[in-house]
């Protein structure tokens, strides 16, 4: 299967940038789609940024496009969030996420390997 390990994650101060991690190992599924949701306190899980394969198709949320960018190193099965002018709504457990049926997407359902999750905190 795929195992999925988030860093990067930490507190910050609004208009602070981080750049979250996610390493995968297993069968890496490096042919499809793979995403960055997160989740609030008492609030859904919410879709952030998706990138296909190659790296040229991206999709964003409203709330973060201009701000973050996600990318791909493939040779590193690895995926990348770069998240600048962060500010306190950022705020929540950011989970990378893996498909192995799409080649985009920004459907929960659409990815069957999760993280375990990475805690941004920005505060005002």
């Known amino acids: 299967q795929v195992q999925l390990v988030e860093s990067g994650g930490g507190l910050v101060q609004a208009g602070d940038s981080l750049r979250l991690s996610c390493a995968a190992s297993?069968?890496?599924?490096?042919?499809?789609?793979k995403a960055w949701f997160r989740q609030a306190p008492g609030q859904e899980c919410e879709f952030v940024a998706a990138?296909?394969?190659?790296?040229?198709?991206?999709l964003y949320a409203d709330s973060v496009k201009g701000r973050f960018t996600i990318s791909r190193d493939n040779a590193k099965n690895t995926v990348y969030l770069q998240m600048n002018s962060l500010k306190p709504e950022d705020t929540a457990v950011y989970f990378c996420?893996?498909?192995?049926?799409?080649?985009?997407?920004?459907?929960?359902?659409?990815?069957?390997?999760w993280g375990q999750g990475t805690q941004v905190t920005v505060s005002s």
């Open positions: 996420a893996v498909s192995s049926t799409v080649w985009l997407g920004r459907a929960k359902s659409e990815f069957d390997y």
């Open positions: 297993g069968r890496t599924f490096s042919s499809y789609a």
């Open positions: 990138i296909n394969w190659g790296g040229g198709s991206t």
